[in-house]
């Protein structure tokens, strides 16, 4: 699915019904309308295998509602999907001959594809992703093994949060299915001292509940990372939750917790993974990921992510990449430090529409809580260091400083002064960067400008040269010629 003009996806689970419409650039389009209806299709299935007839009026409803929406918003692109409760339902066909009838053409994902989407999703977000996907719906559990840009043969079990009995009886029964399952594939031998991807909202919770158990700074589940003993202990925790975090949690969620806690720490258990990552991104972002080129999908999704909301802000066109180039020869950035570089760069501009007073706040803002993904938190601080020095924020707060290593905020520092630098000569334009340059001569900055283009060099930009200098710890001159 292209997603140069806005795309609708909408997903019929076993819990939830949901729409959402993605516009953007194809590579990492973003959601610009999200509405889910808590239909609960596959709670409580009648002895017959039928779908209930509440929950089934609940998602029709919904989805009446969902096709006039799309509908005024002029979304030509859609594709409906539904998952494991129509797959297994006895009646599925004759719900999605009602679907239909409201205007869609619905899809039954089988266990393989859905399978495979869960993983395609993961590495929309994280490309560089590499071990065992689970997506826990309410339904059902996918497990599929990530590696090297591409997906390996997945499994599918019937063990999603409304299906599971959270006893001690239920618990063995899930294992015992567990262990069939992977017993018929090499999913052990790939996920072992790998990383376990965790998809689905039922996680997502879980990984919430253990923030604000630890007070984790940053309150964005996209890659939050949990050592793989953790389950254990997050089952302790939720039988004895603190209100205040329970408060903080949906109640469909806090209910399924239980069940979610227990189903992870069974993955860890049997999968001996080396770690537990957090993905936001599941089917619904695998099925536009699984559509693009080659070409596409070997884009970086943060820079993409970042040239597109940068774009917007910029007072005189784009030139993020332009003044990355600008400052590198100051830096020798490893890959990872260099793309974080990069992103800050092409978000350069964007806190100039802000009060004076609050462009570095902002910036900050965009930078820690901003909608990206291939980025960790630990690496969104590094981001947020980088812009807030460009917009004269000089330090973080303690609580997100911590995060990081001093060296790493340093360097970041260092390149919010030369991009305030660059900003500043220039004025935002790139056409002045084109005509001057940076670079290190017998240990000094030199700040080249062609000859009869002196008068560049105000006193502004000479107090900020001289600031990028001390940051460095360099002597800083002007080069004309």
């Avoid at 002029?74 to 539904?82: D, S």
């Avoid at 205007?103 to 490309?127: K, R, W």
């Avoid at 409304?162 to 262990?179: F, N, Y």
Wanted: aromatic residues 4%.
């Amino acid at each position: 699915m292209a997603t140069a003009e806005p795309a609708a996806i909408i997903d019929i689970g076993s819990n939830s019904v949901r729409l959402v419409v993605y516009a953007g650039p194809p590579r990492i389009p973003t959601p610009i309308f999200n509405e889910k209806v808590l239909a609960g299709l596959g709670s409580g299935p009648e002895r017959s295998g039928r779908l209930p007839e509440e929950p089934r009026e609940r998602a029709l409803a919904g989805l009446r509602r969902f096709k006039l929406l799309i509908d005024h918003m002029r979304v030509k692109q859609m594709r409906v999907l539904a998952t494991a409760a129509i797959r297994d339902a006895a009646d599925g066909a004759d719900f999605v001959g009602e679907v239909n009838r409201i205007g869609f053409d619905c899809e039954v994902l089988s266990a393989e594809e859905e399978a495979h989407l869960a993983g395609e999703g993961v590495l929309s977000g994280i490309p560089e992703a590499n071990g065992i996907v689970g997506d826990l719906g309410g339904g059902s559990l996918e497990l599929v093994g990530v590696a090297r840009g591409s997906t390996s043969a997945g499994i599918s079990m019937p063990l999603g949060v409304l299906r599971v009995d959270p006893s001690r009886e239920g618990e063995r029964t899930a294992r015992k299915i567990l262990r069939s399952a992977l017993a018929e594939s090499d999913l052990r031998e790939r996920a072992k001292d790998r990383t376990f991807y965790m998809v689905g909202g039922s996680w997502r919770a879980l990984a919430r509940i253990d923030m604000l158990a630890i007070e984790f700074p940053l309150p964005i589940t996209q890659q939050y990372r949990m050592k793989a003993d953790r389950p254990r202990e997050l089952r302790k925790l939720i039988e004895r939750l603190d209100v205040r975090i329970a408060r903080m949690i949906s109640p469909a969620r806090l209910a399924s917790s239980p069940v979610a806690a227990m189903l992870l720490d069974m993955l860890a258990e049997e999968l001996h993974p080396a770690d537990l990552v957090v993905s936001t991104h599941g089917i619904r972002e695998g099925l536009l990921f699984d559509g693009l080129n080659a070409d596409e999908r070997v884009k970086d999704p943060l820079i993409e992510e970042a040239r597109d909301a940068g774009g917007g802000e910029h007072r005189f066109g784009q030139h993020g990449d332009l003044l990355d180039e600008w400052i590198a020869p100051l830096f020798d950035d490893p890959p990872q430090m260099g793309r974080l570089r990069l992103a800050a760069c092409l978000l350069a501009d964007v806190a100039w529409q802000a009060n004076p007073a609050f462009r570095g706040e902002r910036a900050v803002e965009m930078a820690l809580h901003g909608n990206w993904v291939a980025i960790d938190a630990r690496s969104r601080v590094i981001l947020a260091q980088a812009l807030g020095s460009t917009f004269g924020q000089e330090r973080l707060h303690d609580r997100f400083a911590r995060l990081c290593t001093p060296d790493e905020l340093g360097r970041a520092r260092c390149w919010g002064e030369a991009m305030r630098l660059g900003q500043r000569l220039s004025g935002g334009v790139g056409s002045v960067l084109k005509r001057t340059g940076l670079s290190i001569h017998n240990g000094a900055i030199q700040l080249h400008v062609r000859r009869g283009e002196e008068a560049l060099i105000g006193d502004q930009v000479e107090r900020r040269l001289v600031r990028l200098g001390e940051t460095l710890g360099r002597e800083a001159v002007v080069v004309s010629g």
